[in-house]
């Protein structure tokens, strides 16, 4: 098969029907994914050989197809073979991979008119990325509270998966012209909302909230909340205003790609000792040790990409 032949070590595409290395795949200029930004993904981490809560992020990428109306021809289980594919031909232990839908290029050159597009599935594994860098997140992030407003949510649906940035970009040149790792939003009502990629949590005594609007349904979000009894925690979805943000005990985000990852500082706020607060470093320690025990992991078999999810002999 052509795909044995190819250097996969960079990285694993599938685009246009076949399989080839990460540096090889291209997404047409005339595609509404890039011209439009009419597409949607989902991002899954692999760490040690296995893909964490892989049939979570399957529903949430299905969630997003269905309120972008995007039906790329691929069912559920045909992706997940993909998927486990992709990995498989990287030979990746620790991996990001990402599953995307784009509205495609029209038939009609130039047309308007979304029916005249024929949808695609790509999915592709590349080397582990951390949002927040790991030194970055071994002396807690310090955040900036933009002033841009994340963009409303009757514009745009926070819940499902996007590439519509702006916000969030001119929040990040905001941060690092001033100093700071990265930004959060607030919403034009002031409620705290995400930042670039990541969901926020406040803890305050007991509880560890994250904001019920304005963000993305994260996984790793899921999994703190899925934790917080196992710790003695009451996890909340709830409203987080700037002053309670502001008067919170600690700070934390959490993200595939980085996972739990405490903070030290928001604006010109201390938090503890200008160090990872208690609870954030239990909650990651916890998080982090559960998945060598297996919790909610898919292991892959490398040994045959083209069935990579049965049983190693």
Known sequence: MTEAKSDFSKGAAYINGQYVPISEAKVPVGDWGFTHSDVTYDVVHVTDGGFFRLEDHLDRFHRSL???RLDPG??????????????????LKDAFVAMISTRGVPRVYGSRDPDDCDNTFIAYAVPWVDVIKPDVQARGAHLLVAQVPRISQDSLDPTLKNYMWRDFTRGMFEAKDKGFDTAILLDAEGYLTEGAGFNVFIVKGNEVITPDRGALRGITRLAVLDLCPELGLEGKVAPVTFEELMDADE????????GVMPCSRVNERIYGNDRPGPISAKIKETYWRKHKEGWHMTPVNYADADNPFAAAA
């Not at 700070?251 to 980085?258: D, I, L, Q, R, Y």
């Open 251 to 258: 700070v934390f985000t959490t993200t595939t790609a980085g």
């Open 66 to 68: 269905e309120g972008y």
């Open 74 to 91: 691929v069912s559920r289980g045909e992706m997940r073979t993909i998927l486990g594919k992709v990995v498989a031909l990287s030979g």
